[in-house]
């Protein structure tokens, strides 16, 4: 992942382009082919909060960008590595199915909806529904998150560093959620449960990838109830119909 903006090796103005423009644009860049040679890095300005920028963005390249955008940003992403220094509106990453995308400012409602794989990191906060109906990939919020976070969740990892909402994972199937600060409430037949050692190693490799500071004893596990019976029992890991 990008941790600082570097020289560009191209730049590219996304307010002159329509999406199709800019998807040309984007395959027209020769990707490295050495395994030790890092892919093309690609400045986008020209952000004015506009709403699905980078929308299906499949190509293998780095990015870098400064400013806001609006909703549905980077939805059904993969393979590419993106930083954003600014805010998203709601829906990003919605759909992300790879790759990696950081958002150093906030994020609205439904951040990483439906998502089945990459990392999704926010350094701010964000609200409602983050995480909902997602089936894959990791999701690291450092600040806070809304309501519902994790809701209808079928599978991945939700870490979040500061305080949840109401309801936090309604309807929480195979997921795990670590939260290191405090939920207004857990939904029904969802609990706080031992952090185990393989889920702290585990957690802190996780904190490593999204270039996340913090230590993973910090955080706490929150799971259904009928899985950590399920572990209690030493039936393993279990997908019930929670409904």
């Known amino acids: 992942m990008t941790k600082e903006p570097q020289q560009p090796d191209h730049s590219i103005d996304i307010f002159q382009l329509t999406d199709a423009e800019l998807h040309t644009a984007l395959q027209s860049i020769p990707c490295q082919s050495g395994e030790d040679e890092p ?51 709601h829906g990003a990453g919605d759909g992300m199915s790879g790759g990696v995308v950081l958002i150093t400012g906030n994020a609205g409602c439904g951040l990483g909806s439906a998502m089945t794989g990459g990392t999704l990191a926010v350094y701010g906060s964000a609200g409602d529904r983050v995480g909902a109906a997602m ?76 270039s996340i500071r913090g230590s993973a004893s910090e955080f706490r596990r929150i799971i259904p109830k009928a899985r950590l019976d399920a572990e209690e029992a030493g039936a393993g890991e279990i997908r019930p119909n929670w409904r």
Do not use: W
């Open 39 to 89: 892919a093309p890095l690609v400045e986008l300005t020209g952000l004015k909060s506009q709403h699905s920028a980078m929308m299906r963005c499949e190509t293998p390249l780095r990015f870098q960008a400064t400013g806001n955008l609006g909703d549905y940003a980077f939805a059904f992403c993969r393979d590419a590595d993106i930083r954003l220094d600014g805010n998203v509106g």
């Open 135 to 210: 089936r894959g990939g990791s999701i690291f919020v450092r600040g806070n998150v809304g309501n519902d976070t994790g809701a209808g969740a079928l599978g991945g990892t939700i870490v979040v560093g500061g305080d949840a909402g109401k309801r936090l994972g309604d309807g929480l199937n195979n997921v795990t959620v670590f939260l290191r600060g405090k939920a207004k409430s857990l939904a029904p037949g969802v609990i706080e449960a031992p952090l185990r050692k393989r889920e702290e190693v585990r957690l802190g490799l996780l904190l490593m990838g999204a």
